[in-house]
């Protein structure tokens, strides 16, 4: 099974329409059996995806090719045995929600690799001090 964690900046101009993408993203990774989570703060998405080789190769090919972001670096992309963010689609998670993201965050990597854990946390303490 493979993980993939990139981030990528929202095209200036580009007013995202969250849900939409995360509609989008639930849908499709359903369909295909990807999991993972989005963490958007406005500006930048961190996301991981998780499932089988040929999914996430998919998935992230139609993610890259999405003008609504850009400058996508990937993060880590390892081989993993089972999936480390659970059976969710696509979790979410944004600064300033009633449910305090950094909590989410930290519930939702819980069984996620220790670097990848710390990236996610280290964005959403950023961007939550931003
Ligand atoms: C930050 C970001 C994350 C996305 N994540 C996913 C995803 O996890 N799965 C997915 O299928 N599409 C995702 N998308 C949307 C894809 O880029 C693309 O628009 C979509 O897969 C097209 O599917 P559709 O033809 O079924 O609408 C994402 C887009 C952005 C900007």
Redesign the pocket.
């Known amino acids: 099974m493979r993980q993939l964690v990139y981030i990528?900046t929202?095209r200036r101009g580009e007013s995202?329409d969250a849900e939409q993408?995360?509609a989008?993203?639930?849908?499709?990774?359903a369909r295909?059996r990807?999991t993972?989570l989005?963490f958007?703060d406005g500006k930048r998405?961190l996301?991981a995806?998780e499932g089988e080789e040929g999914a996430v190769n998919a998935?992230f090919a139609?993610?890259?090719?999405?003008a609504?972001?850009y400058a996508l670096v990937v993060l880590s992309n390892r081989t993993i045995a089972s999936r480390e963010f659970g059976e969710w689609?696509?979790a979410y998670a944004k600064p300033g929600e009633a449910a305090d993201a950094l909590d989410r965050v930290v519930r939702l990597t819980a069984e996620a690799d220790a670097g990848v854990r710390a990236t996610f946390e280290g964005f959403a303490k950023v961007r939550r001090a931003a």
């Open positions: 990528s929202l995202v993408i995360l989008q993203s639930r849908r499709n990774n295909d990807v993972g989005l958007f998405f996301q995806l998935a139609r993610i890259q090719a999405d609504r972001h689609a696509m």
